[in-house]
Every structure is written in C-alpha cells, then in structure tokens.
C-alpha cells in the first residue's frame, strides 16, 4: 500500500509515456480525492479540463503547429517567472534544465535539439491524457494559492494510484488556443496543464530525481 509519504517522495515530473490508457473512473477518482484540497471559505476556485482520444490529438496538433510557427504572437496571461532570475534561484533552474539536458545527450548551443525537447510539452509527453486547469480571472491572489494546494493533490493522488504526472505551465503560452478549442468562457483562465499516465520505466529522462535545498537554506527555528 502506497503511504502519502511514499506518494510526496516519490512524485517526480515523467517526461515520457507509455501508450497505455487510463480508465476514465480513475481519473475521477483523483480528482475527487484531489477536491479535498483546502480554499478559503470553501470555494474551491479549480476547474478541470480532462482531454483524451481525438479531443487530446485536435489541441495537440494545434498547438504544436503555433510552436513550430514560432511567430512570437502567443505569450501567457500572467508572469509565472521572475522577469530576471537571480540566486540562488538562477542556479536551481540552470542545474535542472542541464541535469536533464545530459541525460538525453543535448549539448549546450545545441538548439535543434532544445527545441525538439520543450516541443514534447505540447504532445503532454505522449501521455494519453492530457488535464487543463482554469480559474475565474476575477478570483484574487488567494485563490491562485489554494489552486496550488489542489495540483499538488492531483499529483499526489495520482501517484498513490499507480499513475504519474507532469505540471506544466509552458501550455500558458496557448491560452488563446486553448480556450477556443476547450470553450472557456468569458472569465475562465487557463492556470497550467499536467500531463497523466503511466511512466515509460526505459525512458532515460524519466530516470531524473531532483535535487531539493537543504533545511538550513530555507528554515528558520524561533524559539
């Protein structure tokens, strides 16, 4: 039996698939258990788009072709970076992207092949399904927190079923598209997507492990 520890420490961000599909009651089920995530006054600010089959494949298609297009046009609704990394946190990023980069044998200035890599994004890593969360614009800075509590959950319930994951705020970038070809209304914004199924246990970038901070870099003991 899966433990929540087992769940929180063994979550990793699975950049690679297998064509295995996941039975729409299972999807449910984690989202229902996901739902339990705390919001202020209870108003639970999440909303779920769950894309699979021909519906997955139409966006997919779509926003692979802006991406390949590259036209500059398509920017997100709101800065999910800094405008300018600066440490220690410039370091994290650097260590991870290159960390992942020499797994998969991507040289530095190799930029084909960076590119042919963050395209993966928009095919959800060949995962077969495909979640795309959206919140009320009017919601304050609050809400977007309690959002986090809820992907954290999605993530964590989908790994103590056996399924695993990826978050990824590089869709933002498609909103437009998005929101045409899921039918958002007028006040829906897209928050990110996350890629679901079950890991490629051969797949080289799957193998990644993150590094975290050590407690003292980032905790205080009063008293």
């Known amino acids: 039996m899966t433990t929540a520890i087992d769940a929180i420490t063994g979550r990793r961000s699975i950049r690679a698939y297998l064509n295995k599909e996941v039975p729409p009651e299972l ?4 989202l229902e258990i996901a739902a339990r995530a705390p919001s202020g006054t209870n108003i639970q600010p999440w909303r779920v788009h769950v894309l699979t089959g021909a519906t997955l494949k139409k966006l997919v298609d779509r926003v692979c072709a802006a991406f390949d297009a ?3 046009s398509h920017q997100s609704e709101y800065a999910y970076y800094p405008a ?3 440490e220690p946190y410039l370091a994290r990023r650097r260590k991870v992207g290159w960390d992942l980069y020499g797994l998969l044998g991507i040289q530095k200035g190799d930029a084909e092949r960076m590119q042919t890599q963050h395209r993966k994004n928009f095919q959800f890593f060949g995962a077969p399904v495909g979640l795309m969360f959206s919140i009320d614009r009017r919601m ?9 509590m809820f992907l954290q959950n999605v993530m964590i319930a ?3 079923k056996g399924l695993d994951t990826c978050p990824q705020a590089a869709w933002t970038d498609y909103h437009r598209i998005i929101g045409d070809e899921l ?3 007028e006040q829906e914004q897209l928050v990110c997507g996350i890629a679901l199924g079950y890991a490629d246990p051969v797949a080289i970038e799957n193998s990644l492990v993150t590094e975290r901070a050590p407690l003292e870099e980032f905790v205080v003991f009063h008293g």
Do not use: N, P, T
């Open 70 to 72: 590259g036209d500059g």
């Open 140 to 148: 304050g800075q609050g809400s977007w927190l309690d959002y986090g």
């Open 27 to 30: 999807i449910a089920e984690v």
């Open 84 to 86: 300018k990394f600066f």
């Open 183 to 185: 039918k958002f209304g």
């Open 158 to 160: 989908a790994r103590a």
